[in-house]
C-alpha cells in the first residue's frame, strides 16, 4: 500500500482524536514550556558548577530537581484547568511528587551520574508522555552530555585538575541550558503560529 492510499484510509475518529491531542498540547503550550523549565534548570545547574565545583552542584540539583518538576506542575496543572484541557495521565504531578520523595537518592544520582543527566530523564519521560519530539530529543542529548561531563567516574577521567573540570562542566552546561532556553523561545514563537493557524 502507498503511503497516499494510506492517508485515504485513514480513520477519521482516531485522526480527528490526534488532532484534538496536538490542539491540546497547543494550547498548554507543552513544547515551550517543558524546554522553558528544562533550560533554565541546566543553566542554575551548570552555574552552581562554575561558582562552588562539584559539591555545590550536586546540593544544588538535590533543591533544583524537585522545585523545577515541582513548579513545572503547578504551571501546566493550572494552565490545563484554565483553558479546560486535562491531561492528567501525563505525569507532572507524579513526577514532582516522586522528585520529592527521593530526594537522598537524587543527591546520590547526581553524584554518580551526574546533576544534568538526573535532570534531563525527568524530561524524557515528560517529553515521552506528551509526544513532543523536541522535549525528548533535547533532553536524551541533555542526558549524555552529562553523562560526558558530569558523571564521577567519567568526569575524573577526563579532567585531571578538579577546579578546572568543575568550571569546564559548568561552562558547558549552564551553555546547554542557555541553548534549550533559546528553542523555548522558538518553539513558542511556532505554537503561537499554529495557534493563529488553528483560530
Known amino acids: 500500500m502507498t503511503a497516499h492510499s494510506e492517508e485515504r484510509c485513514a480513520i477519521p475518529s482516531i485522526a480527528r ?7 491540546g498540547r497547543l494550547r498548554r503550550r507543552v513544547a515551550s514550556t517543558d524546554l522553558l523549565f528544562f533550560g533554565g534548570a541546566a543553566a542554575l545547574i551548570g552555574l552552581g558548577w562554575m561558582l562552588g565545583g562539584s559539591d555545590s552542584a550536586i546540593g544544588l540539583t538535590g533543591l533544583l ?11 501546566m496543572t493550572l494552565r490545563s484547568n484554565r483553558i479546560g484541557v486535562r491531561r492528567r495521565q501525563v505525569g507532572y ?13 537524587v543527591f546520590l544520582a547526581s ?10 530523564a525527568g524530561f524524557v519521560v515528560l517529553g515521552w508522555r506528551e ?11 541533555g542526558s549524555l552530555l552529562g553523562l560526558a561531563t558530569a558523571a564521577e567516574p567519567i568526569r ?5 585538575d578538579a577546579a578546572t573540570g568543575a568550571v569546564t562542566t559548568g561552562v558547558v552546561t549552564a551553555s546547554f541550558g ?3 532556553i533559546a528553542l523555548a523561545v522558538l518553539s513558542y514563537l511556532a505554537e503561537s503560529e499554529e495557534l ?4
Open 17 to 23: 482524536a490526534e488532532d484534538a491531542a496536538r490542539t
Open 65 to 75: 530537581v524537585p522545585a523545577s518538576f515541582t513548579a513545572l506542575a503547578v504551571v
Open 93 to 105: 504531578v507524579p513526577l514532582a511528587v516522586a522528585s520529592i520523595v527521593t530526594i537522598p537518592w
Open 111 to 120: 553524584y554518580v551520574v551526574g546533576a544534568l543527566t538526573v535532570l534531563a
Open 131 to 141: 509526544r513532543c519530539r523536541p522535549l525528548w530529543v533535547t533532553a536524551a542529548l
Open 156 to 160: 575524573s577521567r577526563l579532567w585531571s
Open 178 to 180: 542557555v541553548v534549550v
Open 196 to 199: 493563529a493557524e488553528i483560530g
